[in-house]
């Protein structure tokens, strides 16, 4: 409700251009809209995008290139015969844009030292560091070895970036011990500006344009000379594994050598001018008085449509001459002006109380996009009784005093208001709607003041789930639902038309889950898996239970699929893992090494912590890499997502084996199969079941088994029940089986007795 109403009249314009010009000023000076500005002006970039000059060739250090010299970082040696070659071939200057400081063999100082004594014009990098000291916010700068700067010019190499690690501001120059130092975009492209002030580069230069080659072909004389004669030359990493890979909205990720370039090709044009959000700011809210305020009355929509569009696109045409505007505030001013239009026009139509200002019920039945969201309704049970004691002007205060109460938990909510205290409002019908009900309802015990009474609330809730009904029909069940908690004494009650039984437990079933956790409910069973060849146990799968004290085991598939689906997987993975972890350590005998395997749900591979987390509870257990397998779970989620495969790979390359389970479904495909770091593939259960009486699917299994070992995969198949199955798999040259043939899931200490029964069987 706008505070600023008085009986439901409308705040005057001009409190509400003053509300709307301080809501844009505050999103502006404290740069809010950063994220929204990256996207924006990425959209604007392929509206001039270009070709670089060409003048400025890369040589990168990259994977082809670690393969050949050995593992990063190279001994300084190799720089020598990388640097003649480019002089032999006739560079203009040589720019390192790697940082030579402190000594490493003297001999290799040494060979690198000369190297660049008889260089035509070699510049190296002065890069920042943090503190030694640890303090937060302190730098360091760091040139190169002394014994190499006095042979080469020095080029600053750092520079600003943002959230996203993508470079917002590079330098003209930077002083440091007394000296000013050029940045390499400066040296690079020959202008100059004031010193520790910097610029905006231009994304719209295409980097894929910047020539470039392998350091490799380079160090093999293995390159056309013509690629740079007479041009500068950018040595850098290009390689995920070494790092100083920088993203690029719009791009990608691109390595820091190519940046220095595209510094460059930006001052070869011009001198950028960053014009920041204030212009476009002024002119947004004087659009904005004049509509408010009355003075343009038509075509109002058609105006403000108008004046978005010139927003989002207009600047790109500053742009391609390299002069930058924010647009975030300005948009702001313009679609919160057009919410307040919009909201006047539902006043004239009959769609808002006129006491509180909310929406009324004819408002909630038009509501679109309703039919998949759950409609709450809270019913004031003496609410009648109470206006009609209190004065006129009193309702709407009761009324804000109610919504506060409501909204509790989610400020943003849109509440719907009917006669006689009657408030709906929709959510996610996956939520716990109990936990949170019961909540507001301990709320409305302490009594409202209204004009200095204190005044009691009977209130109780219904909730209608959502279905293929009118939203009026729904309502209605809703209503019903509240009316029948109000007379049967209850807090709230649930009406669903598909489904009533036990529908408040699946509604509290994830509230519980984490709780359940933390009491000892959810326990940790393993289900043993054999080797087909030697028909012993080499590990087992880690599955997670929950026995409920009143329901008693809850099924797997239900409450992990609802814990995945609503984001909530996370604790209960650290939970198994930290369990598992613990159990195959324990399990693992000398010359005698134990298998674990812990699903990972596809949700969980945005986590940058997830690969550290890992590694402590490896550490803290004692249990060897190799000896973890995390089987992925969710492949839709990973599909595309460079960050989920690069998270695949610094978990392959600390030692875990990656498996990929319930193959066969999905976007299991041969390309999938190329792209994820797998050591391991997991034929789905469904498949193995089927392929003793179906053609079709015991090809299905034979083919894939052959397929994972073309690939150098070890091939496990999941759910085989039978002995004649088993034997089958064996023929197939199946590598591990797992199933009830095998062992179903067993407590910890189940495993450990029959482990130690098959080795006293061994022995024997």
Not at 296 to 312: C, D, S
Not at 490 to 517: E, G, I, R, T
Request: aromatic share 6%; charged share 20%; hydrophobic share 45%.
């Amino acid at each position: 409700m706008d505070a600023t109403k008085k009986d439901g009249a409308e705040p005057k314009p001009w409190r509400t251009l003053l509300w709307v010009a301080i809501a844009g000023l505050i999103f502006g000076v404290l740069g809010l809209g950063e994220i929204g500005e990256d996207v924006l002006r990425s959209g604007r970039n392929s509206l001039h995008w270009h070709e670089a000059s060409g003048d400025i060739v890369v040589v990168k250090i990259d994977n082809d290139s670690l393969k050949q010299v050995g593992r990063w970082p190279w001994p300084r040696r190799v720089y020598a015969p990388l640097l003649d070659q480019l002089n032999k071939a006739g560079a203009k200057r040589v720019f390192f844009d790697i940082q030579f400081y402190g000594s490493t063999s003297a001999a290799d100082d040494d060979v690198f030292a000369a190297a660049l004594q008889r260089s035509r014009s070699p510049v190296l990098a002065l890069g920042r560091e943090g503190s030694p000291n640890g303090v937060a916010g302190e730098t360091i700068d760091v040139p190169p070895l002394p014994k190499l700067a006095k042979h080469a010019t020095t080029g600053a190499i750092f520079w600003t970036y943002n959230y996203q690690n993508s470079i917002t501001r590079i330098p003209y120059a930077v002083s440091t011990h007394g000296r000013s130092v050029p940045s390499f975009a400066a040296l690079l492209s020959g202008r100059s500006g004031p010193e520790d002030s910097s610029f905006m580069p231009d994304y719209s230069i295409d980097p894929h344009s910047i020539p470039s080659m392998s350091a490799v072909s380079v160090l093999n004389g293995r390159f056309d000379p013509a690629m740079v004669r007479g041009k500068d030359v950018v040595i850098g990493t290009s390689s995920v594994v070494i790092g100083d890979m920088y993203f690029v909205p719009g791009t990608g990720l691109i390595s820091g050598a190519v940046v220095h370039v595209i510094g460059a090709e930006t001052l070869k044009s011009g001198s950028p001018v960053n014009a920041g959000w204030l212009p476009l700011y002024l002119a947004a809210l004087a659009l904005a008085a004049l509509l408010l305020m009355g003075r343009i009355e038509r075509n109002q929509g058609t105006i403000l449509g108008v004046a978005v569009l010139a927003a989002l696109v207009g600047p790109a045409a500053l742009e391609s001459r390299l002069i930058y505007m924010d647009v975030t505030p300005a948009l702001l001013v313009l679609l919160v002006t057009s919410a307040v239009l919009i909201r006047r026009r539902f006043n004239k139509r009959g769609l808002v109380d006129p006491v509180s200002g909310l929406p009324n019920l004819a408002a909630l039945k038009s509501s679109r996009g309703a039919r998949e969201k759950a409609l709450i309704i809270a019913r004031i049970l003496n609410y009648a009784e109470i206006v009609a004691a209190l004065p006129t002007t009193s309702e709407r205060q009761l009324v804000e005093q109610i919504v506060a109460r409501l909204t509790v938990g989610d400020r943003g909510r849109t509440l719907f208001q009917g006669d006689d205290g009657i408030f709906a409002w929709f959510d996610d019908p996956a939520k716990p709607f109990g936990h949170h009900l019961e909540a507001l309802h301990a709320l409305f015990r302490t009594p409202v003041r209204v004009g200095g009474m204190a005044i009691d609330l009977s209130v109780s809730f219904g909730v209608e789930i959502g279905s293929a009904r009118s939203v009026a029909n729904r309502l209605g069940s809703a209503l019903l639902a509240a009316e029948q908690a109000g007379n049967d004494g209850l807090k709230w009650k649930y009406h669903d038309p598909d489904s009533l039984q036990d529908a408040s437990w699946k509604l509290s079933m994830l509230s519980q889950l984490d709780d359940a956790v933390d009491r000892g409910e959810v326990w940790v069973a393993y289900q043993p898996k054999i080797d087909l060849k030697s028909r012993k146990i080499i590990g087992a799968e880690a599955l997670a239970r929950w026995t409920h004290p009143e329901k008693g085991p809850i099924a797997a598939a239900e409450f992990v699929a609802a814990a995945e689906q609503n984001d909530r997987i996370g604790k209960l993975t650290a939970f198994v893992l930290d369990r598992a972890i613990a159990a195959a350590a324990t399990l693992s005998k000398p010359g005698s090494d134990f298998d674990m395997s812990v699903n990972l749900s596809g949700r969980l591979l945005g986590d940058k912590a997830l690969v550290g987390r890992i590694a402590i509870l490896l550490e803290r257990h004692g249990l060897p890499a190799r000896n973890l397998t995390l089987e992925l779970t969710e492949t839709a989620a990973i599909a595309g997502s460079g960050e989920a495969l690069d998270l695949l790979t610094q978990l392959r390359e600390l030692g875990i084996n990656i498996s990929i389970d319930d193959y066969g479904t999905g976007l299991s495909t041969l390309e999938y199969l190329k792209r994820v770091p797998a050591g391991e593939i997991k034929i789905d259960q469904s498949f193995v079941k089927g392929m003793m009486d179906n053609r079709s699917e015991r090809l299905m299994v034979s083919s894939t088994i052959a397929l994972a070992h073309s690939l150098g995969r070890r091939i496990v198949a999941e759910g085989v029940e039978t002995r004649e199955a088993l034997e089958l798999l064996a023929e197939m040259e199946c590598d591990i089986a797992q199933g009830f043939i095998t062992g179903r899931p067993m407590s910890l200490e189940s495993l450990r007795r029959r482990l130690a029964t098959e080795r006293r069987a061994k022995v024997a």
